[in-house]
């Protein structure tokens, strides 16, 4: 092993001399040539390629630093040029040579695979045509990256990107191109980093900073928070807090589903298993945290993960918060994070028009708006109104621009509820959440929960010709049928509806999010459910009505306006809570 100018080193390597080499500074990266390994020569002919992707894969074997990389990679050629037994009894036929192109070992260590002009090999079944493959060491599904592999795979994509002129959107995982857990759900959530050069900071990293660091020092600290308070390098704000010299938590309090997101209905206090601490939840029979419960808290912080839709209930939790805050004269600190839907769409019926917005209750259904910049309005309108105001400080992201969704921002993604799967779970929940105000199932008990529209007597092609009649954009619909079950993703949720009977009913696809008007679909579907089945829709109320925070939309419904000209109802009242909004903007 030695030390080079990478760049010189890939030129070399590949034969690849752009007469704009000499003009990149050079990096040094540790680098293990196939000499250096004393690799074979390929046993057969390679199908030539150009690079166009990025899959990083894991070696699915647990971590051996005990042993150098170059047996690492003699044994990895040794299996991969003859017929071979894998795990499922099955034999792999021989490669030409290892499959990866490039392998980085425990230490982070980076050492040369397959020439990365000629395709990779796979036990899987997905075109390597232009892809790049990159494994990491580790079986991490079990093991967790460790930080040098980690800064070996960041030096090495942005190189790879930067040389062979790949954007990092192509940058994928393995289990993206074919059926695998391959590289493993710890890696794989890490992923997202790699695809922005510049990925947001959040509030949580810059807390530690020494801008912002002294509002913590020699503090006793109550923090809300759950598993969605992860750092991108994987680590919680709970083990920071809890592991630094110069504070000390002394208090957790949990949101809805628990401090780790695991519980789907209310939620008793508890104890942190892994600091001992006291879990305080704001979901079962306490919201709002008393004096007794604050007696040993000089500061609050607020670090959740939120959707950005008015009825995800984060938001509340954090208003009580900063209420008591208020009350206790306690400071409170918001570390921002982004809104997962992106801060532009704002659509809905607004609960109190023309009132100040002090309570979650006045905000339209998507409100476009950060925890941030939530946390900020209310205190301000609240003390414009004579109620009490928080000593607030909102600790802000960089590299955040409003238009980002979750996917863009570069941070890994974390359910942050049992039912929030995914990003594109989250963009259909302004609009199917109504349907929690029905007896229609909007898909809870699948893996596409908020994604689906499904009852016994749902007939899918008839509704999607309905619903296809209305040309909404950036949707599109077809047949299917599931059976609801109770448990989803390895976590018991409430019980759904229809569980465990197999129900027809259409699946919604995005075509094109930034089209998508998601709350006025959601009132196109319950018009088409209305029109349809007259007879089979019930109402559940007062359910429905408080999604809403009006009464006017199923009223419209029942007396037969079109969908149109309920969404004018709230025109005005949502221009309104636009201008309001736009002064607590920080982004």
Same mark, same amino acid.
């Given at each position: 092993?030695?030390?080079?100018?990478?760049?010189?080193?890939?030129?070399?390597?590949?034969?690849?001399?752009?007469?704009?080499?000499?003009?990149?500074?050079?990096?040094?990266?540790?680098?293990?040539?196939?000499?250096?390994? &004393?690799?074979?020569?390929?046993?057969?002919?390679?199908?030539?390629? +150009?690079?166009?992707?990025?899959?990083?894969?894991?070696?699915?074997?647990?971590?051996?630093?005990?042993?150098?990389?170059?047996? +690492?990679?003699?044994?990895?050629?040794?299996?991969?040029?003859?017929?071979?037994?894998?795990?499922?009894?099955?034999?792999?036929?021989?490669?030409?040579?290892?499959?990866?192109?490039?392998?980085?070992?425990? $230490?982070?260590?980076?050492?040369?695979?397959?020439?990365?002009?000629?395709?990779?090999?796979?036990?899987?079944?997905?075109?390597?045509?232009?892809?790049?493959?990159?494994?990491?060491?580790?079986?991490?599904?079990?093991?967790?990256?460790?930080?040098?592999?980690?800064?070996?795979? @960041? +030096?090495?994509?942005?190189?790879?990107?930067?040389?062979?002129?790949?954007?990092?959107?192509?940058?994928?995982?393995?289990?993206?191109?074919?059926?695998?857990?391959?590289?493993?759900?710890?890696?794989?959530?890490?992923?997202?980093?790699?695809?922005?050069?510049?990925?947001? &900071?959040?509030?949580?990293?810059?807390?530690?900073?020494?801008?912002?660091?002294?509002?913590?020092?020699?503090?006793?600290?109550? !923090?809300?928070?759950?598993?969605?308070?992860?750092?991108?390098?994987?680590?919680?704000?709970?083990?920071?807090?809890?592991?630094?010299?110069?504070?000390?938590?002394?208090?957790?309090?949990?949101?809805?589903?628990?401090?780790?997101?695991?519980?789907?209905?209310?939620?008793?206090?508890?104890?942190?298993?892994?600091?001992?601490?006291?879990?305080?939840? !704001?979901?079962?029979?306490?919201?709002?945290?008393?004096?007794?419960?604050?007696?040993?808290?000089?500061?609050?912080?607020?670090?959740?993960?939120?959707?950005?839709?008015?009825?995800?209930?984060?938001?509340?939790?954090?208003?009580?918060?900063?209420?008591?805050?208020?009350?206790?004269?306690?400071?409170?600190?918001?570390?921002?994070?982004?809104?997962?839907?992106?801060?532009?769409?704002?659509?809905?019926?607004?609960?109190?028009?023309?009132?100040?917005?002090?309570?979650?209750?006045?905000?339209?259904?998507?409100?476009?708006?950060?925890?941030?910049?939530?946390?900020?309005?209310? $205190?301000?309108? #609240?003390?414009?109104?004579?109620?009490?105001?928080?000593?607030?400080?909102?600790?802000?992201?960089?590299?955040?621009? #409003?238009?980002?969704?979750?996917?863009?921002?570069? !941070?890994?993604?974390?359910?942050?509820?049992?039912?929030?799967?995914?990003?594109?779970?989250?963009?259909?929940?302004?609009?199917?959440?109504?349907?929690?105000?029905?007896?229609?199932?909007?898909?809870?008990?699948?893996?596409?929960?908020?994604?689906?529209? *499904?009852?016994?007597?749902?007939?899918?092609?008839?509704?999607?010709?309905?619903?296809?009649?209305?040309?909404? @954009?950036?949707?599109?619909?077809?047949?299917?049928?599931?059976?609801?079950?109770?448990?989803?993703?390895?976590?018991?949720?409430?019980?759904?509806?229809?569980?465990?009977?197999?129900?027809?009913?259409?699946?919604?696809?995005?075509?094109?999010?930034?089209?998508?008007?998601?709350?006025? *679909?959601?009132?196109?579907?319950?018009?088409?459910?209305?029109?349809?089945?007259?007879?089979?829709?019930?109402?559940?109320?007062?359910?429905?009505?408080?999604?809403? &925070?009006?009464?006017?939309?199923? +009223?419209?419904?029942?007396?037969?306006?079109?969908?149109?000209?309920?969404?004018?109802?709230?025109?005005?009242?949502?221009?309104?809570?636009?201008?309001?909004?736009?002064?607590?903007?920080?982004?």
């Amino acid at each position: 092993m030695y030390k080079i100018g990478f760049i010189k080193f890939i030129l070399a390597l590949f034969c690849v001399f752009p007469s704009s080499a000499q003009n990149i500074e050079e990096s040094e990266l540790a680098v293990i040539t196939r000499e250096d390994w &004393k690799a074979n020569a390929p046993v057969m002919e390679m199908i030539p390629h +150009k690079p166009q992707f990025i899959t990083i894969h894991h070696t699915g074997m647990p971590q051996k630093p005990e042993l150098t990389i170059e047996k +690492k990679l003699q044994a990895l050629q040794q299996f991969s040029q003859k017929d071979s037994p894998l795990a499922d009894g099955s034999i792999k036929k021989a490669w030409p040579d290892v499959p990866y192109h490039f392998y980085i070992a425990t $230490n982070g260590d980076i050492a040369e695979g397959r020439d990365i002009n000629f395709q990779g090999d796979s036990n899987t079944d997905y075109d390597l045509d232009g892809h790049v493959l990159i494994v990491v060491e580790g079986d991490f599904n079990k093991e967790e990256v460790l930080p040098q592999q980690w800064e070996s795979l @960041k +030096k090495l994509v942005s190189f790879i990107s930067s040389e062979y002129d790949i954007s990092r959107e192509t940058i994928s995982g393995h289990k993206d191109e074919a059926e695998t857990t391959c590289p493993g759900s710890d890696l794989y959530a890490k992923l997202p980093l790699l695809k922005t050069e510049n990925p947001v &900071k959040i509030g949580a990293e810059k807390l530690f900073e020494a801008k912002y660091f002294d509002l913590i020092k020699n503090k006793k600290i109550g !923090l809300v928070t759950n598993h969605t308070g992860l750092l991108p390098n994987g680590e919680h704000i709970v083990d920071l807090l809890h592991e630094n010299p110069e504070t000390e938590l002394t208090m957790l309090f949990g949101p809805e589903h628990g401090i780790r997101g695991e519980e789907d209905t209310h939620v008793t206090d508890s104890k942190d298993e892994k600091t001992g601490l006291p879990v305080i939840s !704001l979901y079962g029979k306490t919201r709002k945290p008393t004096a007794e419960m604050l007696e040993d808290v000089e500061v609050l912080i607020f670090d959740i993960q939120d959707i950005g839709a008015r009825f995800y209930t984060y938001i509340k939790t954090m208003l009580l918060v900063q209420e008591a805050a208020a009350e206790h004269d306690i400071p409170f600190i918001v570390l921002d994070r982004p809104n997962a839907i992106g801060g532009i769409y704002v659509d809905g019926p607004v609960g109190k028009p023309g009132e100040l917005v002090t309570d979650i209750d006045m905000l339209p259904i998507t409100h476009g708006m950060t925890v941030g910049e939530l946390a900020t309005m209310f $205190n301000q309108e #609240r003390e414009k109104s004579g109620m009490a105001a928080a000593d607030l400080q909102v600790i802000p992201m960089e590299n955040y621009k #409003r238009e980002f969704w979750y996917d863009q921002t570069g !941070l890994p993604w974390i359910k942050p509820s049992p039912n929030m799967l995914n990003l594109t779970t989250a963009a259909f929940y302004p609009a199917t959440c109504l349907l929690e105000g029905t007896n229609v199932s909007e898909g809870r008990g699948t893996l596409q929960p908020f994604e689906l529209i *499904a009852a016994p007597w749902i007939n899918p092609e008839e509704l999607i010709t309905q619903l296809q009649s209305y040309d909404l @954009k950036g949707i599109s619909y077809k047949t299917t049928k599931f059976t609801p079950q109770q448990m989803v993703d390895g976590i018991e949720i409430y019980p759904p509806k229809f569980m465990g009977e197999e129900i027809p009913a259409v699946e919604m696809n995005l075509t094109d999010r930034d089209s998508f008007k998601s709350v006025e *679909a959601g009132i196109y579907i319950l018009h088409a459910l209305k029109q349809l089945y007259p007879e089979e829709l019930e109402w559940r109320l007062p359910r429905l009505d408080d999604l809403l &925070k009006t009464d006017k939309v199923r +009223k419209a419904l029942d007396a037969g306006e079109t969908p149109e000209d309920i969404i004018e109802q709230w025109q005005n009242d949502l221009q309104a809570f636009q201008k309001i909004r736009a002064k607590y903007l920080l982004y």
